[in-house]
């Protein structure tokens, strides 16, 4: 159950790497759009590798029936420590579903090697990373530096934002990466039961935009029956 409540980000690649930056990710990692999935010359556009993908989608009863369904045949989940193939964050933060998306992106695969030291994220990486799912949880809730620099970017955006951070929002935000121990693509989203191996593999020098990284995202686009034009996808590359 969520404790904060947040104004929502706008799905804007420019403020995601602005806040991203902020938090003390390299300046060599961006966010881009993503504006194809089968046209090769419009995926020509996004700079390579993509270290990690952002898929931004209105919530439907489809969308939440398949997650129950899912769902009801996994446990919880109970990893921390170095030992995990993933690292996850439980959303406990009403309408922070793209803050938990970016933090997915950039906490997993060779993104965490850009993380600068001593940076908000590196230290609130390194004392979240031995606990449980829940005092992790906890420890983000408690970050002020998180909130405030997610508060900053939530005003920055085009759109107009909520009178009531309370207020229901009509997106969500699904993050997917690749393991730095086994190479499967993950499906990250912290209102889930925990991380998500979607059972492709990728070589060490495929990355999230290569076919097997692709085939998730359209197949999860085309459960929505048949896919809908309001998706939108980010991808966090290095420059």
């Known amino acids: 159950m969520a404790r904060k409540h947040y104004i929502p980000l706008e799905s804007n ?10 938090l003390g990710v390299s300046a060599s ?10 046209d090769a010359q419009l995926l020509a556009f996004v ?18 029936e398949d997650a129950v369904r899912e769902d009801a045949a996994r446990e919880d989940y109970g990893g921390y420590g170095g030992e995990e193939d993933v690292m996850w964050f439980k959303q406990t933060i009403h ?28 230290n609130l990486f390194a004392s979240s990373l031995p606990l449980n799912p829940n005092d992790r949880a906890l420890a983000l809730e408690g970050s002020e530096e998180l909130e405030s620099a997610h508060a900053e970017a939530a005003m920055q955006g ?34 889930r039961k925990g991380p ?12 999230l935009l290569t076919e097997g990284g692709l ?20 991808a966090l590359v290095r420059r």
């Not at 690649?13 to 902020?22: A, Q, S, Y």
């Not at 309408?95 to 590196?122: D, K, M, W």
Request: proline share 5%; charged share 25%; aromatic share 10%.
């Open 215 to 234: 085939s998730v995202i359209r197949e999860f686009i085309q459960r929505e029956k048949g896919g809908d034009p309001k998706f939108s996808l980010l």
């Open 47 to 64: 700079s390579r590798p993509a270290l990690a993908l952002i898929l931004v989608f209105p919530t439907s009863s489809i969308y939440e």
């Open 95 to 122: 309408n922070a579903c793209g803050l938990y998306g970016i933090l997915h992106a950039v906490s997993n695969g060779e993104a965490r090697n850009f993380i600068q030291p001593n940076s908000t994220l590196a």
């Open 158 to 191: 085009d759109s107009s934002v909520p009178d009531n951070a309370e207020d229901e929002v009509d997106f969500h935000y699904v993050c997917f990466v690749k393991s730095h121990k086994n190479g499967h693509l993950y499906q990250m989203d912290g209102d």
């Open 13 to 22: 690649p420019d403020l995601f790497t602005k806040l991203i930056h902020r």
């Open 196 to 207: 998500i191996d979607r059972g492709s593999l990728l070589s060490p020098d495929e990355d």
């Open 29 to 38: 990692l961006v966010f881009e759009d993503v504006l194809s999935l089968d």
